[in-house]
């Protein structure tokens, strides 16, 4: 394997650095999870969060976080992911592509219009007590 130079790996550094950073927190106007269980992996979910940092990086987004979580509990409809935009309940996608998480992540995250025939629910499913 050949070696890296220092400006092949100072490349990379940044590069990962403007990934990273998407994913660290502050203000934004939309999260996007990606379920990344077993499951999820088995069935895809690697080529959709691919597909969205591809998404972010190509679009200069800040205002957009981008994080992963484990099974959702649904595995027969991965792969799957949550999207919150500010001021809207959560949305729960399912069976995605990379056709449908961008399409998506037009309408909804960054035009606000739920994408009702790739929606399995609307809403969180955290209880008060």
Do not use: W
């Given at each position: 394997m050949?070696?890296?130079t220092?400006?092949?790996?100072?490349?990379?550094?940044?590069?990962?650095k403007?990934?990273?950073?998407?994913?660290?927190?502050?203000?934004?106007?939309?999260?996007?999870?990606?379920?990344?269980g077993?499951?999820?992996?088995?069935?895809?979910?690697?080529?959709?969060?691919?597909?969205?940092?591809k998404?972010?990086?190509?679009?200069?987004?800040?205002?957009?976080?981008?994080?992963?979580?484990?099974?959702?509990?649904?595995?027969s409809?991965?792969?799957?992911?949550t999207?919150?935009?500010?001021?809207?309940a959560?949305?729960?996608?399912?069976?995605?592509?990379e056709?449908?998480i961008?399409?998506?992540?037009?309408?909804?995250?960054?035009?606000?219009?739920?994408?009702?025939?790739?929606?399995?629910?609307?809403?969180?499913?955290?209880?008060?007590?």
């Open positions: 050949p070696k890296l220092l400006e092949e790996l100072a490349k990379i550094r940044e590069k990962t403007r990934l990273t950073t998407i994913r660290e927190g502050g203000e934004y106007r939309a999260k996007v999870c990606v379920h990344m077993t499951c999820g992996i088995a069935a895809g979910a690697r080529s959709i969060m691919n597909a969205l940092m998404e972010l990086e190509e679009r200069a987004l800040g205002d957009v976080l981008l994080t992963n979580s484990g099974c959702a509990g649904l595995c409809r991965e792969p799957m992911a999207v919150e935009v500010a001021g809207q959560p949305v729960k996608y399912v069976d995605l592509t056709k449908k961008k399409e998506i992540f037009e309408k909804h995250v960054l035009g606000g219009r739920i994408v009702t025939e790739y929606a399995l629910g609307i809403g969180s499913e955290k209880t008060d007590f």
